[in-house]
């Protein structure tokens, strides 16, 4: 089993900052990406500066891909599904198989990209000293919340679907159908509920991005944030939400129960104690919450009772970590310290191992 090498299983923000970490260290990396691209769900994701830099953090996802894919001494094979892995002497052995041919257009770096290929879809054995597992969330499927009507009303959409929407700059009318003038964000959809007792982390400054966004894009705009206990991450969250507020902006602490279609436009009602008349929005917004990724659950590893990886100490004591949003719910900064953190871990297994690991950032 080769001494300093490591497999990285995810190419999103975590598993990219991991593999850079690793590679320049002098560590022999392969990074498998299960998808056509580097970049993870930050891919979809929209800058959300206004006449200043909201600290959204997807260019900083997007950078640690960026330098995977320019770094020569990183291998990346895209579409690449792991069929097995299996312990091995002092390491790891994996059995990844092909998923399709490469689709990577526009990054730079690209040509390196690997599409896996074989007669019956085998690439090949990998064996690595250490392993870490990057292969993030899945968002919460807002159609398991019919009362919220996604999927059946067009004026209904999640906020990943509104992240697209805008990546392109404003709002466009072509991406809803119409130009919103009344907004409404809906907190914690599959977080924070019998079914999802945690905090998804990241949807409360996510939406209030967003909605500074809509608010400086379209000024005039109505903004409402319906939620039960507003999370408000970082030092300069406060200020935000003080500065939004004076501009307009709702913080309505009311968990919507139901949406509907009337007289051209869409009704919420909200739970409460008290009778609440239901308000009219144009466009509605579902703040998805983040779940397990099931890209892990064939590898047999532990998992807590909402299904997020749970590898600890002993795993560690074997190379086996875990980083991002496989282990538990964050935000892309917190994503990419955890890969840099597993990174580390990852190297300070390895120089138990023998020879010289340095650590550069």
Not at 277 to 293: E, F, K, N, R, W
Request: aromatic share 4%.
């Amino acid at each position: 089993m080769p001494e300093r090498t490591a497999v990285v299983v995810g190419g999103g923000p975590a598993g990219c900052a991991a593999a850079v970490g690793l590679a320049a260290a002098g560590v022999g990396v392969t990074l498998l990406e299960r998808g056509p691209g580097l970049g993870g769900k930050a891919r979809g994701y929209a800058c959300k500066a206004t006449d200043a830099c909201r600290k959204c953090h997807v260019c900083l996802g997007l950078e640690q891909a960026r330098k995977v894919a320019e770094d020569p001494r990183i291998t990346v094979l895209v579409n690449a599904d792991i069929e097995r892995m299996v312990a091995a002497g002092d390491g790891y052995r994996l059995t990844v198989s092909s998923g399709g041919s490469a689709a990577v257009h526009g990054r730079p770096g690209a040509s390196r990209l690997v599409a896996p290929a074989g007669e019956d879809g085998t690439l090949r054995e990998l064996a690595a000293a250490a392993v870490i597992i990057a292969t993030g969330h899945a968002a919460f499927a807002a159609g398991a919340k019919p009362a919220l009507s996604w999927g059946r009303l067009p004026g209904v959409m999640t906020t990943a679907e509104l992240e697209l929407a805008l990546q392109g700059g404003a709002l466009a009318s072509a991406a809803v159908g119409f130009t919103p003038r009344d907004v409404a964000f809906i907190q914690c959809v599959g977080s924070r509920d019998e079914e999802h007792e945690y905090c998804s982390r990241a949807c409360c400054m996510v939406s209030l991005r967003l909605a500074a966004l809509l608010m400086h894009q379209s000024p005039g705009t109505k903004l409402t944030i319906y939620h039960m206990d507003f999370q408000r991450q970082g030092k300069a969250a406060a200020a935000e939400v003080a500065r939004l507020e004076a501009a307009g902006l709702r913080l309505v602490r009311a968990m919507p129960s139901r949406v509907w279609a009337a007289g051209g436009a869409l009704h919420v009602r909200c739970e409460a104690s008290q009778p609440w008349d239901p308000v009219q929005h144009d466009l509605v917004v579902l703040a998805v919450g983040m779940g397990p990724q099931a890209q892990t659950l064939p590898l047999g590893l532990p998992v807590d009772d909402a299904g997020f990886l749970t590898l600890g100490e002993d795993e560690a004591s074997r190379g086996l970590f875990a980083a991002g949003t496989c282990a538990q719910p964050s935000d892309i900064a917190e994503a990419v310290a955890g890969g840099h953190e597993a990174a580390l871990k990852a190297l300070v297994y390895l120089s138990g191992r023998g020879g010289d690991v340095r650590w550069v950032c």
